[in-house]
């Protein structure tokens, strides 16, 4: 099995808010912006991954900062933690009022866990992740707690587990 950097994979993503993009009070909505995020979590996972890739999770998505029409939003993505077909995507999406002389405030953090897919639809392998700078090994080591935390839960007795009534 090969080995990748972080470096390998991160993507920065900007786009401008359209009117197309407002809630009803005129902020952008939220589900919009965590398009985006999916989206630039995606391009990280496939680069890494070289496959097909589907998201199976969004751990710890937080709002900062309210989003206007006008705005530009980044994506800042880059890989945390690597399982053997799981690659956790920390996101950080940052935002700028064009008319200010401001440097841009972070609007919303979360992390995505892809999952690689082989040709008949069946998570595949990735490669390892190489870490090299000690800021990488701390959000590895994060990102792996929050992998054995979702391991654990779904080893739950079914009793344990939220089941919807039948109609
Ligand atoms: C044509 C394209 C060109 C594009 C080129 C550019 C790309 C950029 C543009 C695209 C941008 C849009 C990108 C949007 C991406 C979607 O919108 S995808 C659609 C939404 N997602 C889905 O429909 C996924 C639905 N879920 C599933 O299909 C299955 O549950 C999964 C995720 C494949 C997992 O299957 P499973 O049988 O449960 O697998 P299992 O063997 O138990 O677990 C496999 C691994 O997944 C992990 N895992 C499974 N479920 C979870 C979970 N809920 N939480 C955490 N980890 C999990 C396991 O821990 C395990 O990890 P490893 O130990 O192997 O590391």
Avoid: W
Wanted: glycine content about 6%.
């Amino acid at each position: 099995m090969s080995t990748k950097t972080v470096g390998q994979s991160k993507v920065i993503m900007s786009s401008v808010m359209l009117p197309e993009h407002a809630n009803p009070a005129g902020h952008v909505h939220g589900g919009e912006i965590i398009k985006l995020m999916d989206t630039a979590a995606a391009v990280v996972a496939r680069r890494h991954a070289r496959t097909n890739v589907v998201t199976a999770r969004v751990d710890e998505l937080e709002f900062h900062h309210p989003i206007f029409i006008g705005n530009v939003v980044t994506c800042h993505g880059q890989l945390t933690f690597v399982g053997k077909s799981s690659m956790e995507i920390s996101i950080t999406v940052t935002m700028e009022d064009l008319s200010k002389e401001e440097p841009a405030k972070t609007a919303l953090t979360a992390f995505f866990t892809f999952v690689a897919l082989d040709e008949n639809g069946r998570p595949h392998p990735v490669p390892t992740l190489e870490i090299t700078s000690e800021e990488e090994a701390c959000l590895f080591e994060q990102g792996k707690q929050r992998y054995l935390a979702y391991k654990q839960k779904k080893a739950r007795p079914a009793a344990c587990q939220v089941t919807l009534e039948q109609q």
